[in-house]
């Protein structure tokens, strides 16, 4: 996958202002209520439930919240039932974004990513417009120091995989949506710790930025799309060439 050492470190940098500003907690939260009502609220019985666990567990995410997820999930709670909705759009540049929701209120999240769009010089796509330009695949991914890569790579090829990208900070596997559960248990019983499985949507044509405002402007409406709290997923076809990237760490 083109990109992903780039793209990684700025997620990774996202990763640790998202934790801070607690922003995590939420997301932990959606993904663990969206497995239980999927599979039950068995983590034994719920691969995805006990993914959700594990990764809301590793940023320190209170037990209470947790077991709160789990029954909000199954219904023990009562209230509105959480959705899973998929909205699209472009940004500036006609840059592609796909945007994963989980809510309880879908004419809500509707206006509130319309408002985020506007407000960023984008717009709101109709469905299956920018969806043509990804490709869906399931992901796994551990953490870089679960094994070395070829241990790794060799592990998720035997079971099914279709590819495997590592960097610094972490080993993805990708897999046919189809094969995203099978080759994730298979990984778990060979004694690998994955941090997370998920399906993702990866672009067939990226495109690269090459101008620092642009990339400003993009990076601000990523960064809204997926600070907006009912959000688990932003997908993009943009990377930001090595000189961005030396602009914006400098």
């Known amino acids: 996958m083109a990109g992903h050492?780039?793209?990684s470190k700025?997620?990774?940098?996202?990763?640790?202002?998202?934790?801070?500003?607690?922003?995590?907690?939420?997301?932990?939260?959606?993904?663990?209520?969206?497995?239980?009502?999927?599979?039950?609220g068995d983590p034994l019985l719920n691969a995805r439930l006990r993914t959700a666990i594990e990764n809301a567990?590793?940023?320190?995410?209170?037990?209470?919240?947790?077991?709160r997820a789990v029954k909000k999930g199954t219904g023990e709670l009562g209230g509105a039932l959480i959705q899973e909705v998929t909205y699209e759009g472009y940004g500036p540049s006609g840059i592609a974004f796909i945007i994963e929701v989980a809510t309880d209120n879908l004419n809500r999240a509707a206006?509130?990513?319309?408002?985020?769009?506007?407000?960023?010089?984008?717009?709101?796509?109709t469905p299956g417009s920018v969806a043509y330009q990804f490709d869906r695949k399931g992901e796994v991914t551990l953490a870089a120091s679960a094994s070395e890569?070829?241990?790794?790579?060799?592990?998720?090829?035997?079971?099914?995989?279709?590819?495997?990208q590592s960097d610094e900070f972490e080993h993805v596997v990708y897999t046919?949506?189809?094969?995203?559960?099978?080759?994730?248990e298979q990984l778990r019983a060979r004694g690998f710790v994955l941090t997370s499985e998920k399906f993702t949507s990866i672009p067939r044509t990226p495109v690269v930025i090459e101008d620092l405002a642009t990339a400003k402007q993009v990076l601000k409406l990523h960064d809204q799309l997926d600070a907006y709290d009912d959000t688990l997923n932003v997908?993009?076809?943009?990377?930001?060439?090595d000189t961005v990237i030396d602009q914006l760490d400098s």
């Open 10 to 40: 700025v997620k990774h940098i996202k990763a640790r202002v998202d934790a801070v500003k607690g922003r995590v907690f939420s997301k932990c939260a959606h993904e663990i209520a969206l497995a239980a009502r999927s599979g039950g």
């Open 57 to 67: 567990r590793a940023v320190s995410m209170p037990r209470e919240n947790i077991d």
């Open 111 to 125: 206006a509130d990513l319309r408002s985020i769009f506007f407000k960023n010089n984008g717009s709101v796509a």
């Open 5 to 7: 050492n780039k793209w």
């Open 149 to 164: 890569e070829d241990a790794i790579m060799e592990a998720a090829i035997i079971a099914g995989a279709d590819d495997v």
């Open 176 to 184: 046919q949506p189809t094969l995203l559960a099978p080759v994730a």
């Open 235 to 241: 997908f993009t076809n943009f990377e930001l060439s």
